[in-house]
């Protein structure tokens, strides 16, 4: 039998951008929305496709809200962070992006406390369309204070004595959204979108002289970028922050503090696009209000250290592995297996070139179980300058226990409803 036919089944959940007239389960009826070129102008098809758009993007704009920043409640988490051999001092295997880079982890574990809120801006005399086109979310990241703690002087001068350089030092902080989330940014070419308990984020830096080319807002290339995929169960959120870097920008780097005098407009003139190299990733493992390392008997809401600090790795590896491309675009990937039960794969070296890897994408995968379902994001996004843009995020659910059951045997196919 068909797994998939199954009512039972737990459905899959799949945003597709390629479609222009994609929409969210919100419960808007179609038919507000249906009209022919009988009944007005392209003109007013446009529009009213604009306008179905527009509220969807309200509806991930609230949803981020509500449900990922939990309406501007505080998180309060440990972040381990990874740095690669790539932009090290002292080098090592996979420095050049030839071969996986090996990852170091810091010796401290980082408290920081976590939160987003809303914030409205000054009205126009026309006032806004939408509600939220006046509406802006602000995250915050900073290090714990000694207020946070309820018995954490020793905690709190670990956190403040962590060590590293400068690129650590700022690690919490370090920008991974726009300034300021508008509702619009929850559209593809932004690279940000949430779907049930699943979300993704994204930040870019665009590659000195590329502002002088034609391009689309959202287009590369880059000299940096910057991205985060999470998975939010109960009170507890668990996320990965992915920083890329164009060798030259990166942390030790002369253009990566501050110094962009690189001719990147003669680059960008002789079609080259340098491809990013991961530079660091920081594995976020939070609760809501309270700390993670929490084994009170009075907890009684799965949240529990050990679905955050437990054994590394999803039982079987990845729940439904993607497609990656070609054999050669698939080296250019890392597995790994993370304390809590989870695993991630990712890209370690991410080309910009359009005509690399005949303009395929790439994508992100997160598999966590943190309670009675396993969890699955997949972060697709497209080839070339438009790696920002999001092809699809797709989210499996499964029951943890029924998992091995019901995993798919097709081979990496896209997620479909």
Same mark, same amino acid.
Request: proline share 6%.
């Given at each position: 039998?068909?797994?998939?036919?199954?009512?039972?089944?737990?459905?899959?959940?799949?945003?597709? *951008?390629?479609?222009?007239?994609?929409?969210?389960?919100?419960?808007?009826?179609?038919?507000?929305?249906?009209?022919?070129?009988?009944?007005?102008?392209?003109?007013?098809?446009?529009?009213?496709?604009?306008?179905?758009?527009?509220?969807?993007?309200?509806?991930?704009?609230?949803?981020?809200?509500?449900?990922?920043?939990?309406?501007?409640?505080? *998180?309060?988490?440990?972040?381990?962070?990874?740095?690669?051999?790539?932009?090290?001092?002292?080098?090592?295997?996979?420095?050049?992006?030839?071969?996986?880079?090996?990852?170091?982890?810091?010796?401290?574990?980082?408290?920081?406390?976590?939160?987003?809120?809303?914030?409205?801006?000054?009205?126009?005399?026309?006032?806004?369309?939408?509600?939220?086109?006046?509406?802006?979310?602000?995250?915050?990241?900073?290090?714990?204070?000694?207020?946070?703690?309820?018995?954490?002087?020793?905690?709190?001068?670990?956190?403040?004595?962590?060590?590293?350089?400068?690129?650590?030092?700022?690690?919490?902080?370090?920008?991974?959204?726009?300034?300021?989330?508008?509702?619009?940014?929850?559209? =593809?070419?932004?690279?940000?979108?949430?779907?049930?308990?699943?979300?993704?984020?994204?930040?870019?830096?665009?590659?000195?002289?590329?502002?002088?080319?034609?391009?689309?807002?959202?287009?590369?290339?880059?000299?940096?970028?910057?991205?985060?995929?999470?998975?939010?169960?109960?009170?507890?959120?668990?996320?990965?922050?992915?920083? *890329?870097?164009?060798?030259?920008?990166?942390?030790?780097?002369?253009?990566?503090?501050?110094?962009?005098?690189?001719?990147?407009?003669?680059?960008?003139?002789?079609?080259?696009?340098?491809?990013?190299?991961?530079?660091?990733?920081?594995?976020?493992?939070?609760?809501?209000?309270?700390?993670?390392? *929490?084994?009170?008997?009075?907890?009684?809401?799965?949240?529990?250290?050990?679905?955050?600090?437990?054994?590394?790795?999803?039982?079987?590896?990845?729940?439904?592995?993607?497609?990656?491309?070609?054999?050669?675009?698939?080296?250019?990937?890392?597995?790994?297996?993370?304390?809590?039960?989870?695993?991630?794969?990712?890209?370690?070296?991410?080309?910009?070139?359009?005509?690399?890897?005949?303009?395929?994408?790439?994508?992100?995968?997160?598999?966590?179980?943190?309670?009675?379902?396993?969890?699955?994001?997949?972060?697709?996004?497209?080839?070339?300058?438009?790696?920002?843009?999001?092809?699809?995020?797709?989210?499996?659910?499964?029951?943890?226990?029924?998992?091995?059951?019901?995993?798919?045997?097709?081979? =990496?196919?896209?997620?479909?409803?």
């Amino acid at each position: 039998m068909n797994p998939y036919s199954d009512p039972n089944f737990p459905d899959l959940e799949f945003v597709n *951008y390629d479609d222009p007239n994609y929409t969210v389960d919100q419960g808007v009826s179609d038919e507000v929305f249906q009209t022919s070129s009988e009944d007005g102008t392209e003109e007013e098809i446009e529009a009213m496709r604009e306008d179905r758009r527009r509220r969807n993007d309200e509806f991930q704009f609230e949803t981020y809200h509500a449900d990922v920043l939990k309406s501007g409640d505080a *998180y309060k988490g440990e972040w381990t962070i990874y740095r690669t051999s790539t932009f090290l001092p002292e080098g090592g295997d996979g420095c050049d992006g030839t071969a996986p880079p090996q990852l170091r982890m810091e010796r401290t574990n980082r408290k920081v406390v976590s939160m987003g809120k809303k914030i409205l801006l000054p009205q126009s005399e026309d006032g806004f369309e939408f509600r939220v086109d006046g509406e802006r979310i602000i995250n915050e990241e900073r290090l714990a204070v000694a207020d946070d703690f309820e018995h954490g002087k020793d905690e709190l001068e670990d956190n403040l004595n962590s060590g590293g350089d400068d690129y650590s030092s700022a690690t919490v902080g370090r920008k991974f959204w726009p300034k300021e989330m508008k509702a619009k940014d929850f559209r =593809g070419p932004a690279g940000i979108m949430c779907v049930g308990n699943g979300y993704t984020i994204c930040d870019t830096v665009a590659l000195p002289g590329a502002q002088n080319v034609a391009r689309e807002d959202f287009d590369g290339p880059f000299s940096n970028m910057r991205t985060e995929i999470g998975i939010q169960y109960k009170r507890m959120r668990f996320r990965v922050k992915l920083d *890329y870097c164009v060798k030259g920008f990166g942390p030790n780097e002369s253009s990566g503090d501050g110094d962009h005098s690189k001719d990147a407009t003669t680059t960008l003139s002789e079609g080259t696009h340098p491809p990013l190299l991961l530079c660091s990733m920081v594995v976020c493992r939070e609760t809501l209000e309270r700390w993670p390392r *929490y084994q009170k008997k009075e907890n009684v809401d799965e949240s529990d250290s050990d679905r955050l600090f437990g054994p590394p790795g999803a039982k079987g590896g990845l729940y439904d592995p993607p497609p990656v491309g070609s054999d050669k675009q698939g080296e250019q990937y890392m597995l790994l297996d993370l304390d809590g039960g989870a695993t991630v794969l990712l890209p370690y070296k991410i080309d910009q070139d359009p005509e690399a890897h005949s303009g395929n994408g790439w994508v992100t995968s997160l598999d966590w179980t943190p309670g009675r379902i396993r969890f699955q994001v997949d972060r697709k996004v497209l080839g070339g300058v438009k790696l920002r843009g999001l092809r699809s995020l797709e989210l499996s659910e499964v029951e943890g226990e029924e998992a091995e059951i019901w995993r798919p045997r097709d081979g =990496g196919k896209d997620m479909r409803r």
